[in-house]
């Protein structure tokens, strides 16, 4: 069916039911703008679990399907079937799904790291050419107004020539061994056959090193890393301190944590050039440092005095009021909106200015973390991605 190009977008998901954390996170960032309406899940790795859940969320009984592979068929067949699919599962249950929704034709939205391996990855990427169809990786902090503004103060040179890019992610939820409890995030979160090779270096290490890229500009060029993984008997990391050379000179490091007592989701950026620097923390996103060198600090804020179109378009309050985590979310949300909408006419094209990460951004993630991994089982020998 064309659907008329006001009409929400026909959404489904795939995860996010009782007891999941992000796939409401994605719902609530879903449905901010209104351009999105849910109407079909398969909610649960449990096919029980998956029809409660989608009666839970009001969904018709014949679309709280009981897998992905049956709720992909039955919504290809209908006139009215989904247009978007979000992918909010563990990081090995990404590609399957994804690749199940591409070849019936549905965009995908899909939750970091991209999948579970690098080999699956650039499979997923050749079937995203292949097909045609958009796909969106939620790397969230990509959608925060002062992040949108400090992407384009580095375009526009007012840092200089970029010296330095300093990122970090630390957490302390996995200090001890709660994943022995059956505590079930912390679980799959441990387990490589789920999570894949990197553990905290993929979970969070991946959104402080895709952030500290996608505001540079920078390319790695190469990279040295050394992951650790302090809690006794764990078998993935939980603590990575990686050096990066990028391209053209440039120096960086990210540090990723999900050991550090005391922190909570401490995402922070930093980023120094010949004239000048900026700093963001994610826990107070609505303020950006900026340091001139040679002059005093100044603190721009959301929709204050300095702040610039690239921020104001992903705005939606007043200064003062607080912005967050799910109005981020929700930027990257209501920019696929626009794409999705784009591509109801036949040969359209996302327009311009549209921003959010993509498949290609999912890959270089992947070979990130695949470069990490490698590096730190070398003896933290310099590898390139
Ligand atoms: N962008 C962010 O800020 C952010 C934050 C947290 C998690 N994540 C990512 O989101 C994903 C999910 O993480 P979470 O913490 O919500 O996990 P979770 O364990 O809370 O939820 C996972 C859900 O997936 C379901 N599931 C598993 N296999 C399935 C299958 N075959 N079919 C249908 N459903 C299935 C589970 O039943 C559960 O409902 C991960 O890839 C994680 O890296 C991203």
């Known amino acids: ?110 939750d970091k790291p991209l999948t579970s391996s690098l080999a699956d990855a650039k499979k997923l990427a050749a079937l995203v050419k292949k097909t045609g169809k958009l796909f969106v990786l939620t790397h969230n902090y990509t959608g925060y107004p002062m992040i949108r503004q400090a992407r384009e103060m580095v375009r526009k040179g007012e840092l200089g020539t970029l010296r330095v890019v300093q990122a970090e992610y630390p957490q302390d939820w996995l200090t001890e061994k709660i994943e022995a409890s059956g505590q079930k995030q912390a679980a799959w979160r441990t387990d490589p056959k789920q999570t894949g090779a990197g553990g905290c270096i993929g979970d969070i290490g991946t959104h402080a090193w895709n952030l500290a890229t996608f505001v540079s500009g920078l390319e790695t060029e190469s990279l040295c890393a050394d992951l650790d993984s302090f809690v006794k008997g764990r078998q993935v990391d939980d603590n990575a301190n990686v050096m990066l050379r990028f391209k053209g000179g440039a120096k960086g490091m990210i540090w990723s944590s999900q050991v550090a007592p005391g922190n909570e989701n401490a995402l922070k950026l930093r980023i120094y050039g010949t004239k000048g620097g900026l700093e963001w923390e994610q826990e107070h996103p609505n303020q950006l440092w900026f340091t001139p060198f040679g002059q005093t600090k100044r603190l721009i804020t959301r929709g204050g005095a300095g702040s610039i179109d690239a921020a104001g378009r992903v ?58 991994v490698r590096s730190s089982k070398r003896n933290s020998a310099w590898i390139k991605p």
């Open 1 to 110: 069916m064309a659907a008329a190009n006001k009409e929400p977008i026909r959404l489904g998901m795939v995860g996010g039911g009782r007891d999941a954390f992000i796939g409401a996170v994605h719902r609530i960032a879903a449905r901010l703008d209104g351009h999105y309406e849910l109407l079909a899940g398969a909610l649960s790795v449990d096919p029980e679990k998956a029809h409660a859940s989608g009666l839970d969320l009001g969904l018709a009984p014949t679309r709280a399907y009981g897998s992905y592979l049956e709720m992909a068929k039955a919504e290809a067949a209908r006139a009215d079937g989904i247009e978007a699919v979000a992918i909010v599962t563990p990081n090995h249950m990404h590609y399957p799904p994804a690749k199940a929704f591409l070849e019936a034709g549905i965009h995908v939205i899909c």
């Open 315 to 372: 705005t939606r309050v007043p200064p003062g009021h607080p912005e967050g985590y799910l109005e981020g979310f929700a930027n990257i949300y209501t920019e696929a909106a626009a794409a999705i909408r784009a591509h109801r006419k036949k040969n359209g094209k996302t327009p311009k200015g549209v921003l959010f990460p993509t498949v290609t951004d999912g890959l270089d993630g992947m070979r990130f973390i695949d470069a990490c």
